[in-house]
T-cell receptor, first 110, second 115 residues
């Protein structure tokens, strides 16, 4: 069945370093969403990308949707301890369900 | 008000108990969801309600019974659960019809332990 995989599974960085997580789908996606879940918290919507090759920025976060609409990335510049959490991409399965990727857990050391 | 409220926050139950999880939103959203999340795993879809009607059941065992009394409320009735059902149960809502193009607003979840 359709899968949405993320790499890496886990990454720890020193505060101030950059971080990137990659999201790959086995099928073409009509759109991709990104969520952040803090430790002990719940997923919080970050952004949605719809167009092929789309790039969106939110302060230190840069989101990209691949040209083939099968992959996406989230890049954080100069990480801060507040960036700690698990980042999930999510894409539609068939036309009716949102499927979450496997997630990348980010740890930031001060 | 952009909140989805879930109660209780924590629940411990035996395998013979009956309990209910509750979820409420006042954003006027017409789609509501139940997700199950195991530790260090992504949320897994269980049920979707669209305009108060069950539109998706992801082959969830009958010991989980959802109910949508009105457009603001969503319940999950639990009966004869197994220890492997222990997880974080997340409620979510979205604006219109539950299509995967809509962003989800999640509640803070109920951490369930089945003994």
């Amino acid at each position: 069945g359709q899968q949405v995989m993320q790499i890496p599974q886990y990454q720890h960085v020193q505060e101030g370093e950059d971080f990137t997580t990659y999201c790959n789908s086995s099928t073409t996606l009509s759109n991709i969403q990104w969520y952040k879940q803090r430790p002990g918290g719940h997923p919080v919507f970050l952004i949605q990308l719809v167009k092929s090759g789309e790039v969106k920025k939110q302060k230190r976060l840069t989101f990209q949707f691949g040209e083939a609409k099968k992959n996406s990335s989230l890049h954080i510049t100069a990480t801060q301890t507040t960036d700690v959490g698990t980042y999930f991409c999510a894409g539609p399965r068939n036309t009716d369900k949102l499927i979450f990727g496997t997630g990348t857990r980010l740890q930031v050391f001060p | 008000d952009t909140e989805v409220t879930q109660t209780p926050k924590h629940l411990v139950m035996g395998m013979t108990n009956k309990k209910s999880l509750k979820c409420e939103q006042h954003m006027g959203h017409r789609a509501m969801y139940w997700y199950k999340q195991k530790a260090k795993k992504p949320p897994e879809l269980m049920f979707v309600y669209s305009y108060e009607k069950l539109s998706i059941n992801e082959s969830v065992p009958s010991r989980f019974s959802p109910e949508c009394p009105n457009s603001s409320l969503l319940n999950l009735h639990l009966h004869a659960l197994q220890p492997e059902d222990s997880a974080l149960y997340l409620c979510a809502s979205s604006q219109v019809s539950g299509t995967p193009e809509e962003k989800l607003f999640f509640g803070s979840g109920t951490q369930l332990s089945v003994l």
